[in-house]
């Protein structure tokens, strides 16, 4: 992908033009919550009821909805391991995610 000065390339299309913040970023399908069924409206449901979610399914999890049963595990794996579960607590935590999204220039 060709870069575009100063731009990280999360923020650039394959023609190195800017892309507008309301881009959709999915390469796969994904399912919104309002048009879930079945295992996967009730794993949305688990995550929604969590309050570190917001009430919604962040859309790195939205990623998975076609394979259920693999979106719940990585929920739990996470819910598990970090979100303050860890040793380093949920402050340092973020600290270290945003470094490395900003490393990684990833949009998230």
């Not at 919104?32 to 969590?50: F, I, N, S």
């Not at 935590?93 to 949009?107: D, G, R």
């Given at each position: 992908m ?6 990280p ?16 970023m999915?390469?796969?399908k994904?399912?919104?919550e ?17 309050p570190l ?10 990623s ?14 996470n ?5 303050g ?12 995610a945003?470094?490395?999204?900003a ?6």
């Amino acid at each position: 992908m060709p870069r575009t000065s100063g731009v990280p390339p999360a923020l650039c299309s394959q023609n190195g033009k800017y892309r507008e913040k309301g881009d959709s970023m999915a390469w796969v399908k994904t399912i919104d919550e309002k048009e879930a069924t079945g295992r996967l409206a009730q794993v949305y449901a688990e995550v929604m009821k969590h309050p570190l979610s917001g009430g919604r399914v962040p859309n790195v999890l939205k990623s998975m909805s076609l394979r259920p049963e693999a979106l719940l595990s990585v929920w739990r794996m996470n819910l598990g391991i970090t979100f303050g579960a860890s040793t380093l607590g949920r402050v340092r935590e973020e600290m270290i995610a945003t470094a490395v999204s900003a490393l990684n220039h990833c949009y998230y």
